[in-house]
């Protein structure tokens, strides 16, 4: 039995178990059994701790200090008592600036996921729900946000509103809903065929309440998976654009931008380049392999694209 | 089949009518203009007055959209703001340079991918599988451009074996296409693995086992084809990440392509040039994601087949 | 590349075009296109004697004609006769130029102007066929360029590359301290851009290039070590400042103490010695200590003393405030920069690193970074003029062979309004613009950079080194203090 593919026993899982009750039960029994959720969860749980510590610290005035205190006599130094990753080219801490990086990462990335799993989560059940018409007009929505590559959504965006977490915010939020929408249509599309939404139908209850009651909650495995994918998605593409000065602005502590701060200092020390890359790294490992774990217990037919 | 094709060529034309509106306003919106790229700091109204009009910059902006839609209609997109160079030449330049590129990107992609996805299924769970799936994880976990700063460090500037940046020969493209390859070559290893998984459990391959076929027939032959349609429908979305990546790639190599080209044409407001470029990123995109339909209509029979019903 | 109407100096043009009057290592003025030169008695007259049986690289004839119509083209304002120059804010002695023959362009002066050849010597008075810049178009510099250096254009990518190859028609030139009187020994030349400073170091080490300006501080001492390279350093005729817009009295800049203020805590040395490793010296007048007429009497101004600083705000009405932020009529000292990465990589990382020194006494300071194409729009378009639409502070790093000239630029950029009323500069401009001997000229030079630390309509902060970087193969590429870019005539690669 592997660690990362019970592909068959959790297709078999998800066919006995409707109650949400047992599959929960059955989840978390799988979750303890794949190790490489487990490290995902473990990895994720960090990032959300250092995330909301981040937050914190970026959003409490009297904390900027902690991140944003300059000292030039004291520039690029190596790990210390004082400064346990060393310090940045403005003598500037580089553990606590990563931690605000890794809390614009948190925000960022929880926000954009979040935006983007009720646009796509929304569109995506009305098309495949009611299909015709409804259906055409929202595919042609996917199919077009689809279509663009997203750096140059972002560059447009960058110079229409100006560089900054807001273009990065929208440049995804636009791209990104229509992969999850996709997916939300197709799963709604093959629900809204079976027998019980029909005999819902003749029963005469409401549409909106059978798209509600009966399909939402069919997709949250995926919701729950794609969640993971999206969060980590989001914090490396805000990472690139802030790498190539297109996201947040300095002083703001982006881990991005720190990677394209730092590597030009990598000959004097490697520490400003190598500690936020590291985070970044380890923050979407273990956003994928959360995701991997998830989607292995809700919904194994969803292939990570 | 064909109503298939034909309607999706339609769609696609739409989408890049769109775009097209899309690209040429949202760069317009922007703040600041050509002229400061052109014109000195000194220079007076006058001046700027009189570049903007040799521009073409002083119309109302829907006839420059007309303009500018006539023109690439016309394979004449006339020239670049700033330099004056023709903008196909321009484009000819440069792309010959993201082609290399970005077709040696892709080869890293599916060479490595494919192979490496396959075998790591066959031999799951034994060293070589754990070996791939460490890669993949790798590959979809560092960020492309601390890759690269990674592997600019290590085997440009340390051991000296691969050039720093610049456009070139096999050496100098190397580095630039692994970075640009990283990630789409771990997703599709992934999905490769865990389709040929997907396919080594089902019931055909189980009767021709059970019939004696040796593994590696089954393998090569039977589960291979059939492992390889997810691939190829995620190719639609492989080619225009990798196209996409060119952005950051050949900024950072200095690798000047169409996507280092597009980043400047942008910060100097070069519209012409950039709206231009802009648009046929977006065309390759959408003409990616129509052959990507294509040919996953034709090698999926499930599909062809809900596509005749349709 | 159009030496009348681009905005910049691009590295290029030593290998395109030519100076009439060009300067040596020392700063002195040598000829160049011209065989000698003379002024009148009165020093109103200025003959130039021009090279005989000279041609643009097209063939076209380059005589004292084309010479005087290109003087006409710089110091036209207006567009009507070859311009609009958009450098004819120096010209403005200059009442007529005319070609009495082949050989001889006569300038005549409105009054005395010694600085003239400082003004010729500047790229943006080297020689080009108008001729061809007519028929070209808005195109010309960029998809062609016509001069008479030892280069030929090749191609001109903005922000990619700039290609030129030898000119074998060549005649040598004139100047006396170049060796090669012939055609270049180079086939051709390509400048590229390297964004990263950090990358530059990398790949002058890598050999994807045979010589590099400016790589980033840290990496010199590491560059220095290697036997395959020479490093040649010194201060750059250039200079970071800071400007305060003088419009915005809501913040008191209008107050000469406030700008001494704020001025006073900044750190010029630590920014130097650490975020340039040293390779950059502090500024307390507007030009660096290597300028010939260099006024050392500016180092009484802008010494660091936040101290000093701090109660020359408390006198000035600007007292400590919430937050630490000084107030004044329930105003607070806060105002934003705008500044830019439009020619150095390290510019806004200057204006960073001064945040702190201004919040230390109780001034705070927003940066804005601008994309580059919106930097001189925000800076100097519509709305400078007045205090409710232009910026309050913007900062910026100019490049320029006349280091003089420059100041006489930035006096009245983007808005004399800006730079509050100084009649002591402009007392200073007037005399250098009418110096009658080169005594006079740097009496002026060093009476406005008195004045300009003193009343500080920007704030000088440092200036870089420029740092070359060539490999050892690479011979007879000298860079001089005097000028921007080395000449090319003399430069060979060993094999």
């Given at each position: 039995?592997?660690?990362?593919?019970?592909?068959?026993?959790?297709?078999?899982?998800?066919?006995?178990?409707?109650?949400?009750?047992?599959?929960?039960?059955?989840?978390?029994?799988?979750?303890?059994?794949?190790?490489?959720?487990?490290?995902?969860?473990?990895?994720?749980?960090?990032?959300?701790?250092?995330?909301?510590?981040?937050?914190?610290?970026?959003?409490?005035?009297?904390?900027?200090?902690?991140?944003?205190?300059?000292?030039?006599?004291?520039?690029?130094?190596?790990?210390?008592?004082?400064?346990?990753?060393?310090?940045?080219?403005?003598?500037?801490?580089?553990?606590?600036?990563?931690?605000?990086?890794?809390?614009?990462?948190?925000?960022?990335?929880?926000?954009?996921?979040?935006?983007?799993?009720?646009?796509?989560?929304?569109?995506?059940?009305?098309?495949?729900?009611?299909?015709?018409?409804?259906?055409?007009?929202?595919?042609?929505?996917?199919?077009?946000?689809?279509?663009?590559?997203?750096?140059?959504?972002?560059?447009?965006?960058?110079?229409?509103?100006?560089?900054?977490?807001?273009?990065?915010?929208?440049?995804?939020?636009?791209?990104?809903?229509?992969?999850?929408?996709?997916?939300?249509?197709?799963?709604?599309?093959?629900?809204?065929?079976?027998?019980?939404?029909?005999?819902?139908?003749?029963?005469?209850?409401?549409?909106?309440?059978?798209?509600?009651?009966?399909?939402?909650?069919?997709?949250?495995?995926?919701?729950?998976?794609?969640?993971?994918?999206?969060?980590?998605?989001?914090?490396?593409?805000?990472?690139?654009?802030?790498?190539?000065?297109?996201?947040?602005?300095?002083?703001?502590?982006?881990?991005?931008?720190?990677?394209?701060?730092?590597?030009?200092?990598?000959?004097?020390?490697?520490?400003?380049?190598?500690?936020?890359?590291?985070?970044?790294?380890?923050?979407?490992?273990?956003?994928?392999?959360?995701?991997?774990?998830?989607?292995?217990?809700?919904?194994?037919?969803?292939?990570?694209? | 089949?064909?109503?298939?094709?034909?309607?999706?060529?339609?769609?696609?034309?739409?989408?890049?009518?769109?775009?097209?509106?899309?690209?040429?306003?949202?760069?317009?919106?922007?703040?600041?203009?050509?002229?400061?790229?052109?014109?000195?700091?000194?220079?007076?109204?006058?001046?700027?007055?009189?570049?903007?009009?040799?521009?073409?910059?002083?119309?109302?902006?829907?006839?420059?959209?007309?303009?500018?839609?006539?023109?690439?209609?016309?394979?004449?997109?006339?020239?670049?703001?700033?330099?004056?160079?023709?903008?196909?030449?321009?484009?000819?330049?440069?792309?010959?340079?993201?082609?290399?590129?970005?077709?040696?990107?892709?080869?890293?992609?599916?060479?490595?991918?494919?192979?490496?996805?396959?075998?790591?299924?066959?031999?799951?769970?034994?060293?070589?599988?754990?070996?791939?799936?460490?890669?993949?994880?790798?590959?979809?976990?560092?960020?492309?451009?601390?890759?690269?700063?990674?592997?600019?460090?290590?085997?440009?500037?340390?051991?000296?074996?691969?050039?720093?940046?610049?456009?070139?020969?096999?050496?100098?493209?190397?580095?630039?296409?692994?970075?640009?390859?990283?990630?789409?070559?771990?997703?599709?290893?992934?999905?490769?693995?865990?389709?040929?998984?997907?396919?080594?459990?089902?019931?055909?391959?189980?009767?021709?086992?059970?019939?004696?076929?040796?593994?590696?027939?089954?393998?090569?032959?039977?589960?291979?084809?059939?492992?390889?349609?997810?691939?190829?429908?995620?190719?639609?979305?492989?080619?225009?990440?990798?196209?996409?990546?060119?952005?950051?790639?050949?900024?950072?190599?200095?690798?000047?392509?169409?996507?280092?080209?597009?980043?400047?044409?942008?910060?100097?407001?070069?519209?012409?040039?950039?709206?231009?470029?802009?648009?046929?990123?977006?065309?390759?995109?959408?003409?990616?994601?129509?052959?990507?339909?294509?040919?996953?209509?034709?090698?999926?029979?499930?599909?062809?087949?809900?596509?005749?019903?349709? | 590349?159009?030496?009348?109407?681009?905005?910049?100096?691009?590295?290029?043009?030593?290998?395109?075009?030519?100076f009439t009057v060009v300067r040596d290592?020392?700063g002195a003025y040598q000829p160049a296109l011209v065989?000698s030169w003379e002024v009148?008695?009165?020093?109103?007259?200025w003959?130039f004697?021009?090279?005989?049986?000279?041609?643009?690289?097209?063939?076209?004839?380059?005589?004292?004609?084309?010479?005087?119509?290109?003087f006409?083209?710089?110091?036209?304002?207006?567009?009507?006769?070859?311009?609009?120059?958009?450098?004819?804010?120096f010209w403005?002695t200059v009442?007529?130029?005319?070609?009495?023959?082949?050989?001889?362009?006569?300038c005549?002066m409105?009054?005395p102007f010694t600085a003239f050849p400082e003004t010729l010597a500047t790229?943006?008075a080297?020689?080009?066929?108008?001729?061809?810049?007519?028929?070209?178009?808005?195109?010309?510099?960029?998809?062609?360029?016509?001069?008479?250096?030892?280069?030929?254009?090749?191609?001109?990518?903005?922000?990619?590359?700039?290609?030129?190859?030898?000119?074998?028609?060549?005649?040598?030139?004139?100047?006396?301290?170049?060796?090669?009187?012939?055609?270049?020994?180079?086939?051709?030349?390509?400048?590229?851009?390297?964004?990263?400073?950090?990358?530059?170091?990398?790949?002058?080490?890598?050999?994807?290039?045979?010589?590099?300006?400016?790589?980033?501080?840290?990496?010199?001492?590491?560059?220095?070590?290697?036997?395959?390279?020479?490093?040649?350093?010194?201060?750059?005729?250039?200079?970071?400042?800071?400007?305060?817009?003088?419009?915005?009295?809501?913040?008191?800049?209008?107050?000469?103490?406030?700008?001494?203020?704020?001025?006073?805590?900044?750190?010029?040395?630590?920014?130097?010695?650490?975020?340039?490793?040293?390779?950059?010296?502090?500024?307390?007048?507007?030009?660096?200590?290597?300028?010939?007429?260099?006024?050392?009497?500016?180092?009484?101004?802008?010494?660091?003393?936040?101290?000093?600083?701090?109660?020359?705000?408390?006198?000035?009405?600007?007292?400590?405030?919430?937050?630490?932020?000084?107030?004044?009529?329930?105003?607070?000292?806060?105002?934003?920069?705008?500044?830019?990465?439009?020619?150095?990589?390290?510019?806004?990382?200057?204006?960073?690193?001064?945040?702190?020194?201004?919040?230390?006494?109780?001034?705070?300071?927003?940066?804005?970074?601008?994309?580059?194409?919106?930097?001189?729009?925000?800076?100097?378009?519509?709305?400078?003029?007045?205090?409710?639409?232009?910026?309050?502070?913007?900062?910026?790093?100019?490049?320029?062979s006349s280091?003089v000239d420059?100041?006489?630029?930035?006096?009245?950029?983007?808005?004399?309004?800006?730079?509050?009323?100084?009649?002591?500069?402009?007392?200073?401009?007037?005399?250098?613009?009418?110096a009658?001997d080169l005594?006079?000229l740097?009496?002026?030079?060093?009476?406005?950079?008195?004045?300009?630390?003193?009343?500080?309509?920007?704030?000088?902060?440092?200036?870089?080194?420029?740092?070359?970087?060539?490999?050892?193969?690479?011979?007879?590429?000298?860079?001089?203090?005097t000028?921007?870019?080395?000449?090319?005539?003399?430069?060979?690669?060993?094999?």
């Amino acid at each position: 039995m592997s660690a990362t593919e019970p592909v068959v026993d959790v297709v078999a899982v998800l066919d006995r178990a409707p109650a949400a009750e047992g599959r929960l039960r059955d989840a978390l029994a799988l979750l303890r059994a794949n190790k490489v959720a487990l490290l995902g969860l473990f990895l994720t749980a960090i990032f959300v701790l250092t995330g909301l510590a981040g937050a914190v610290i970026l959003l409490t005035p009297g904390l900027h200090h902690l991140w944003e205190a300059q000292d030039l006599a004291i520039a690029l130094q190596p790990p210390s008592g004082d400064h346990l990753l060393g310090t940045d080219q403005y003598g500037r801490d580089l553990l606590w600036r990563g931690i605000g990086g890794v809390g614009i990462a948190f925000l960022i990335g929880v926000g954009v996921t979040f935006l983007v799993l009720l646009i796509g989560l929304t569109l995506g059940s009305i098309a495949g729900y009611f299909g015709r018409k409804t259906d055409m007009a929202i595919t042609g929505l996917i199919d077009l946000a689809w279509g663009f590559p997203l750096l140059l959504v972002a560059v447009v965006i960058a110079g229409m509103i100006g560089k900054g977490l807001k273009d990065v915010i929208i440049a995804v939020s636009v791209i990104l809903w229509a992969g999850f929408a996709r997916i939300v249509r197709a799963q709604v599309k093959t629900l809204a065929e079976r027998e019980f939404v029909e005999a819902a139908r003749m029963l005469g209850v409401p549409e909106w309440r059978i798209l509600l009651r009966h399909m939402v909650p069919n997709v949250m495995g995926s919701v729950l998976v794609m969640a993971s994918y999206y969060v980590a998605y989001t914090v490396i593409t805000e990472a690139g654009f802030s790498f190539i000065n297109l996201g947040a602005q300095p002083p703001t502590p982006s881990l991005g931008a720190m990677v394209a701060e730092g590597r030009n200092y990598w000959s004097v020390s490697v520490w400003p380049a190598i500690v936020p890359g590291t985070a970044i790294a380890l923050i979407v490992l273990g956003l994928n392999s959360l995701g991997d774990g998830l989607r292995d217990i809700f919904d194994p037919r969803l292939r990570r694209w | 089949m064909l109503r298939f094709l034909v309607r999706r060529l339609a769609y696609a034309i739409v989408l890049l009518l769109i775009a097209s509106v899309a690209i040429f306003y949202g760069l317009r919106v922007a703040p600041g203009d050509v002229t400061s790229a052109i014109v000195s700091v000194t220079g007076t109204q006058v001046l700027i007055d009189d570049v903007k009009e040799q521009l073409g910059l002083d119309k109302p902006l829907a006839t420059q959209y007309f303009i500018f839609i006539k023109n690439v209609v016309t394979g004449d997109p006339g020239s670049s703001l700033v330099s004056g160079a023709k903008i196909t030449d321009l484009i000819g330049d440069a792309g010959i340079k993201t082609l290399k590129l970005g077709v040696f990107g892709l080869i890293l992609v599916y060479a490595l991918a494919i192979p490496l996805g396959l075998m790591a299924a066959w031999w799951r769970n034994k060293p070589f599988d754990q070996g791939v799936r460490f890669l993949a994880v790798l590959g979809m976990g560092i960020p492309n451009f601390f890759l690269a700063v990674l592997l600019i460090q290590l085997f440009a500037v340390k051991l000296k074996w691969l050039p720093v940046a610049g456009p070139g020969g096999f050496k100098h493209t190397l580095l630039p296409a692994v970075v640009l390859a990283m990630e789409s070559m771990a997703v599709n290893m992934r999905l490769m693995r865990s389709s040929t998984l997907e396919e080594l459990s089902k019931d055909y391959i189980r009767t021709q086992r059970a019939k004696g076929l040796p593994g590696r027939r089954i393998l090569f032959v039977h589960a291979f084809r059939n492992a390889l349609v997810p691939v190829v429908a995620l190719a639609g979305v492989t080619i225009p990440v990798v196209l996409g990546y060119t952005l950051i790639v050949e900024v950072i190599f200095r690798y000047e392509g169409l996507g280092f080209q597009l980043v400047q044409a942008i910060t100097k407001r070069d519209y012409a040039l950039a709206q231009t470029l802009a648009l046929l990123f977006t065309a390759i995109v959408v003409f990616s994601n129509f052959l990507a339909d294509a040919a996953h209509q034709l090698i999926d029979p499930r599909i062809r087949d809900r596509a005749r019903a349709a | 590349m159009d030496t009348v109407a681009s905005p910049w100096a691009d590295p290029a043009y030593v290998a395109l075009y030519e100076f009439t009057v060009v300067r040596d290592a020392e700063g002195a003025y040598q000829p160049a296109l011209v065989d000698s030169w003379e002024v009148s008695e009165d020093l109103l007259t200025w003959t130039f004697t021009i090279r005989e049986g000279l041609t643009f690289h097209s063939g076209a004839a380059l005589d004292a004609a084309v010479i005087a119509a290109n003087f006409n083209a710089f110091r036209d304002g207006t567009g009507d006769a070859g311009g609009p120059g958009q450098n004819a804010i120096f010209w403005p002695t200059v009442t007529d130029v005319q070609a009495p023959d082949a050989t001889t362009v006569v300038c005549t002066m409105s009054a005395p102007f010694t600085a003239f050849p400082e003004t010729l010597a500047t790229e943006f008075a080297m020689i080009e066929n108008l001729a061809k810049r007519t028929e070209v178009g808005t195109d010309y510099g960029a998809a062609a360029a016509d001069g008479s250096g030892p280069f030929q254009f090749g191609s001109y990518q903005p922000g990619t590359e700039v290609v030129v190859n030898r000119w074998d028609g060549y005649p040598g030139t004139n100047i006396p301290y170049v060796s090669n009187k012939g055609p270049a020994y180079l086939e051709s030349v390509r400048w590229v851009p390297i964004l990263e400073a950090g990358q530059r170091a990398n790949e002058i080490e890598g050999g994807t290039v045979n010589v590099v300006k400016n790589p980033a501080g840290q990496d010199i001492e590491r560059l220095k070590g290697n036997s395959d390279l020479v490093v040649t350093s010194f201060p750059s005729l250039a200079n970071y400042f800071i400007g305060l817009n003088a419009q915005q009295t809501r913040v008191g800049f209008e107050d000469v103490t406030v700008r001494q203020a704020i001025s006073m805590a900044i750190d010029r040395k630590s920014l130097a010695d650490s975020l340039f490793f040293g390779q950059a010296v502090p500024t307390y007048g507007p030009i660096a200590p290597n300028f010939k007429w260099y006024e050392p009497g500016v180092e009484a101004f802008n010494q660091f003393d936040p101290e000093k600083a701090k109660s020359l705000l408390d006198a000035a009405g600007w007292v400590e405030g919430s937050g630490g932020i000084r107030e004044k009529g329930g105003e607070k000292l806060s105002f934003t920069l705008t500044s830019n990465d439009l020619y150095q990589p390290t510019t806004s990382a200057i204006d960073q690193a001064i945040v702190p020194m201004l919040a230390d006494v109780g001034v705070e300071m927003k940066l804005d970074v601008p994309d580059a194409a919106a930097f001189f729009p925000k800076v100097a378009g519509a709305g400078a003029e007045d205090a409710a639409t232009s910026l309050d502070a913007w900062s910026f790093e100019w490049l320029w062979s006349s280091p003089v000239d420059l100041l006489i630029f930035f006096q009245a950029f983007p808005s004399v309004k800006w730079n509050g009323d100084l009649p002591e500069i402009a007392a200073a401009v007037k005399q250098w613009q009418t110096a009658p001997d080169l005594a006079t000229l740097e009496a002026a030079a060093r009476a406005m950079q008195l004045a300009w630390a003193e009343k500080l309509p920007e704030i000088p902060i440092l200036t870089r080194n420029d740092t070359w970087v060539a490999q050892t193969k690479v011979k007879g590429y000298t860079p001089v203090e005097t000028m921007l870019y080395p000449l090319y005539n003399d430069v060979w690669i060993e094999a």
